[in-house]
């Protein structure tokens, strides 16, 4: 069983369009997470939710905006993409929203933006 | 705000043979972790080993190790018996106020 998920593994579309990605965690962990690595590999945080409620927002253009419809979800909408948007992007869950915890990370969303 | 260094972009070792990954971080904080992640082909990111900043004892698991310096902020990582599927990238990365930050990775290569 996959414990962190996500859909679609590959996603191509065009500038301007408006996408989504969908994140799914089976280990009843209450705290998930949205980062982003850029094409020279280098991965940064761009969201957290712990149990529904946002607890980190990065720097991030408000052209992303992340939704967490159960503790077990969190998706992350991009509306108008932008060339500079394309990048693996992954989710991440932990058992809270402590230090301690490992993060656990999902396969990655390859968005490619033509 | 906390800074992870990875100064080698890239290493190579032969087979069975022990290679160390290192790390540097930079941090005012008293309580946080430390982690190395794998990044085979497959992009999977997979967690190798972590350490808790307050153990003094440097963590295990099977052939991966750590050397953890807390005054030098260090925290390099060693493969002992060096396998072909440990080829991958490698980063190195910290924890606090539930926060990762990731160093920029390192590419190591296992040759036959």
């Known amino acids: 069983d996959t414990a962190v998920s996500q859909t679609p593994k590959y996603l191509v579309t065009q500038m301007g369009n408006d996408k989504s990605i969908k994140c799914e965690q089976n280990?009843?962990?209450?705290?998930m997470y949205w980062y982003k690595q850029d094409s020279k590999k280098f991965l940064k945080i761009m969201f957290s939710?712990?149990?529904?409620?946002?607890?980190i927002n990065e720097t991030v253009p408000n052209r992303f905006s992340p939704k967490s419809p159960d503790k077990a979800h969190l998706n992350l909408h991009i509306n108008s993409l932008e060339l500079g948007d394309s990048a693996v992007y992954f989710c991440?869950?932990?058992?809270?929203?402590?230090?301690?915890?490992?993060?656990?990370f999902g396969p990655g969303t390859r968005l490619l933006v033509l | 705000a906390q800074t992870v260094t990875q100064s080698q972009p890239e290493m190579s070792v032969q087979e069975a043979e022990t290679v160390t990954l290192s790390c540097t971080y930079d941090?005012?904080?008293?309580?946080?972790?430390l982690f190395w992640y794998k990044q085979p082909p497959s992009r999977q990111m997979i967690l190798v080993i972590r350490?808790?900043?307050?153990?003094?004892q440097n963590a295990t698991e099977n052939r991966f190790s750590v050397n953890f310096q807390k005054a030098a902020k260090s925290f390099s990582l060693k493969i002992s018996d060096s396998q072909l599927g440990d080829t991958a990238m490698y980063f190195c990365?910290?924890?606090?106020?539930?926060?990762?930050?990731f160093g920029k990775g390192i590419t190591l290569s296992v040759r036959p």
């Open positions: 991440a869950s932990s058992p809270g929203q402590w230090d301690q915890e490992t993060q656990y």
């Open positions: 280990l009843g962990h209450d705290t």
């Open positions: 939710y712990n149990n529904k409620e946002l607890i």
């Open positions: 941090t005012s904080e008293n309580n946080y972790y």
């Open positions: 350490q808790e900043a307050y153990k003094q």
């Open positions: 990365a910290f924890e606090a106020n539930s926060k990762l930050t």
